[in-house]
T-cell receptor, first 115, second 111 residues
Framework: EPEVTQTPSHQVTQMGQEVILRCVPI?????FYWYRQILGQKVEFLVS????????KSEIFDDQFSVERPDGSNFTLKIRSTKLEDSAMYFC?????????????FGSGTQLSVL | KQEVTQIPAALSVPEGENLVLNCSFT??????LQWFRQDPGKGLTSLLL?????REQTSGRLNASLDKSSGRSTLYIAASQPGDSATYLC??????????FGQGTRLTINP
C-alpha cells in the first residue's frame, strides 16, 4: 500500500540552527500538509500546500517556517532558526483531494529535538 | 473556532471486552470526521472516515458513529485485543485545508 515517508526519523539540533525535514507524499496525491505534536499535547496543523503554493497556514507557521516542493516527489519543511519550543514530532500528510473531504495519509513523523 | 474533546483521556480494560471511545466537537458544520490510531513514537493511521451524510462507518471490529446535531462521535471496538493498545484520536475539519484534533484516548488492553 502506498505510504507517506519522512526522513529523518529523529533530528537533534542546536538552538538557532536551520533544519530541513523531508517528506515523500503518496505519488498521485495533490495536497500536502505539515502537522506537529509537542509532547503531551494535541496534534496541531501547521500548513497546507497545493499547486506549488501555500493554501492555508496556522498562527504557528511564522516567518521562521517555510515549505517547498523542490521536485516532483519531495515536500520539505524548513525551520530557519530553531527555538527550544520547536521541539516536537513533525508529521507530513498528503491527500488526493482537499483535506476537508478526503482521508489524510500521515507519515511516521520526524522527532525534532532542539537543545 | 472548532474545538475537539475526547473522553476518557485513558482507558484500561481486559482483553475481550467491548468498549466505546467518545469524541465531541463544538461546531457541527463539518464535512466529515476521522478516527486515527497512534502508536507510541509513530505516525497516525486513519481508521475510519465518516462523511457528514453518514451516521455510521464500520471496519472489521471497529464501528464509528456520528451525530452532527449533538456534536458527538463514538468509536466502538468489539472484542478488544492487546494489539488494539494505542492512542485513538478523532479529528474534524477546522477550515478548508486543516484538521482539528482531540487530545486522544490512550487505550490499554490487558491480556
Amino acid at each position: 500500500e502506498p505510504e507517506v515517508t519522512q526522513t529523518p526519523s529523529h533530528q537533534v539540533t542546536q538552538m538557532g540552527q536551520e533544519v530541513i525535514l523531508r517528506c515523500v507524499p503518496i505519488s498521485n496525491h495533490l495536497y500536502f500538509y505539515w502537522y506537529r505534536q509537542i509532547l503531551g499535547q494535541k496534534v496541531e496543523f501547521l500548513v497546507s500546500f497545493y499547486n506549488n503554493e501555500i493554501s492555508e497556514k496556522s498562527e504557528i507557521f511564522d516567518d521562521q517556517f517555510s515549505v517547498e516542493r523542490p521536485d516532483g516527489s519531495n515536500f520539505t519543511l524548513k525551520i530557519r532558526s530553531t527555538k527550544l519550543e520547536d521541539s516536537a514530532m513533525y508529521f507530513c500528510a498528503s491527500s488526493l483531494d482537499r483535506g476537508d473531504g478526503e482521508k489524510l495519509f500521515f507519515g511516521s513523523g520526524t522527532q525534532l529535538s532542539v537543545l | 473556532k472548532q474545538e475537539v474533546t475526547q473522553i476518557p483521556a485513558a482507558l484500561s480494560v481486559p482483553e475481550g471486552e467491548n468498549l466505546v471511545l467518545n469524541c465531541s466537537f463544538t461546531d457541527s458544520a463539518i464535512y466529515n470526521l476521522q478516527w486515527f490510531r497512534q502508536d507510541p513514537g509513530k505516525g497516525l493511521t486513519s481508521l475510519l472516515l465518516i462523511q457528514s451524510s453518514q451516521r455510521e462507518q464500520t471496519s472489521g471490529r471497529l464501528n464509528a458513529s456520528l451525530d452532527k446535531s449533538s456534536g458527538r462521535s463514538t468509536l466502538y471496538i468489539a472484542a478488544s485485543q492487546p494489539g488494539d493498545s494505542a492512542t485513538y484520536l478523532c479529528a474534524v475539519p477546522g477550515g478548508a485545508q486543516k484538521l482539528v484534533f482531540g487530545q486522544g484516548t490512550r487505550l490499554t488492553i490487558n491480556p
